[in-house]
Each structure stands twice: as C-alpha cells, then as structure tokens.
C-alpha cells in the first residue's frame, strides 16, 4: 500500500525557515498534482499548497502566499515546501497526498477527498 512520508519538521523561533520534504516510495509523483496540507487538533483539514506536474505551476493559501515556497524534483521522486518567515499560526502536523484526479492544482488546493496516499505527517512548532 502506498503512503506518502513526510519529513523535515521540528521546532522552529518565529520568523525562522524549515524544509519539509515529502517522498513517496514505491509511486511515481510524475502525472499528479501534489499537494501540501496542515491540521491542528480541533480543526478541519487545511490545504496549505499545490504544485502541478506537468508545468509546475503552484497555488497557495492566502495565509502563506509570499512566505511559503512548494516545489518538485520528479528526477529524486520528491516533493519540498520552503517555509520562511514562519509564525506561531502555522504550527500544525502537515501532510502531503497527490491528487490522483489531476495533474493541475485547482485554484482552491481542494477538495481533499481528490487526494490520497496520505502519510503519517510530520510536527511544525513556531515557538520562542
């Protein structure tokens, strides 16, 4: 059975950088839209970003346009999300999952039932 790995996580001082990765063994990430997610406990599931495959072409959510940076190397089967500039508002698990229904990113990043081989997610904390 297929499952995303998520990688990269830990504690980071707001304002600071961290590089998630996200692998998937066993699948090819190239034909999907791969998606980067975040979920706090209490909370619905939120889509964080997107990159298409075929042009590479990235959505983000408005909380982390300008801050966050997703993108792909289909040659090491991974995808990546930069995160500058972090805040406390962004401490969450966060996830990755491709889209097995397109190979663009709709401009919402959802809905998240089109997404699947979701992995075990990894912690981002913002703290001081």
């Known amino acids: 059975q297929v499952q995303f790995v998520e990688s990269g996580g830990g504690l980071v001082q707001p304002g600071g950088s961290r590089r998630l990765s996200c692998a998937a063994p066993?699948?090819?990430?190239?034909?999907?839209?791969i998606g980067w997610f975040r979920q706090v406990p209490g909370r619905e599931r939120e889509g964080v970003s997107c990159v298409s495959s075929s042009d590479r072409s990235t959505v983000y959510a408005d909380s982390v346009k300008g801050r966050f940076t997703i993108s792909r190397d289909n040659a090491k089967n991974t995808v990546y999300l930069e995160m500058n500039s972090v805040k406390p508002e962004d401490t969450a698990v966060y996830y990755c999952?491709?889209?097995?229904?397109?190979?663009?990113?709709?401009?919402?990043?959802?809905?998240?039932?089109?997404?699947?081989?979701w992995g075990q997610g990894t912690q981002v904390t913002v703290s001081s």
């Open positions: 999952a491709a889209n097995l229904l397109r190979s663009r990113c709709s401009s919402s990043i959802l809905p998240l039932h089109e997404y699947s081989y």
């Open positions: 066993g699948f090819s990430l190239d034909g999907y839209a």
